[in-house]
């Protein structure tokens, strides 16, 4: 696609439900990163993708958040049982690959924002 | 692992004036450092970025400046115009022949044009 797709855009849940969050990054870019901002907040790590590598999770704030990447391409990311602090936009990016070795720059999508009544 | 601090959290500055952003990063593995401009209600888009192998980096208004033996660096807008106001954030990533690190991020600094 001619960009980074998140959706969906707007997310209303109660607390402890489970949620998905769906990126689909730009074709050929293996290179796949999840971002959560909070309101007037920057940018927090919480998982990176890429290639065939097994992915950074070092971000990811508690064992209710995991996400997958399928195929190389499409990325979920699921909260389980979420709470009022999970509420935030998340973000997905992707990067191309050249080689072996990024160039750099991140495309990132719209976002997803999440509020947890 | 990688931590990033960013400094101011917000600036104001007059039309026309400069605006200087610091950061500094504790990897010293780090390479790579982007700089990303993210205006009110829309995704972060890069705006200039430098690597390890030189000190400094020009586009136009934009410059970036890299201090590698103190691990800092700095993003200068000279000629400051209300289109510049915006959130700021700067980054910091190892990266290299067979595989980069993630993209770690600073807090973000919001710049305020006054006209």
């Known amino acids: 696609g001619a960009g980074v797709s998140q959706s969906p855009s707007n997310k209303v849940t109660e607390k402890g439900k489970d949620v998905e969050l769906r990126c689909d990054p730009i074709?050929?870019?293996?290179?796949l990163y999840w971002y959560r901002q909070s309101l007037g907040q920057g940018l927090e790590f919480l998982i990176y993708f890429q290639g065939n590598s097994a992915p950074d999770k070092s971000g990811l704030p508690s064992d209710r958040f995991s996400a997958e990447r399928t195929g190389g391409s499409v990325s979920t990311l699921t909260i389980q049982r979420t709470q009022q602090e999970d509420s935030a936009v998340y973000l997905c990016a992707s990067s191309l690959a050249v080689g072996q070795v990024q160039t750099g720059e991140l495309f990132f999508g719209e976002g997803s924002r999440l509020t947890v009544l | 692992g990688e931590n990033v601090e960013q400094h101011p959290s917000t600036l104001s500055v007059q039309e026309g004036d400069s605006a200087v952003i610091k950061c500094t990063y504790s990897d010293s593995a780090s390479n790579y450092f982007p700089w990303y401009k993210q205006e009110l209600g829309k995704r972060p888009q890069l705006i200039i970025d430098i690597r390890s192998n030189v000190g400094e980096k020009k586009d136009q208004r934009i410059a970036v400046t890299l201090n590698k033996t103190a691990k800092h660096f700095s993003l200068h807008i000279t000629e400051t115009q209300p289109e510049d106001s915006a959130v700021y954030f700067c980054a910091a990533q190892s990266s290299g022949y067979s595989s980069a690190s993630k993209i770690i991020f600073g807090s973000g600094t919001r710049l305020s044009i006054r006209p």
């Open positions: 074709s050929g870019h293996t290179a």
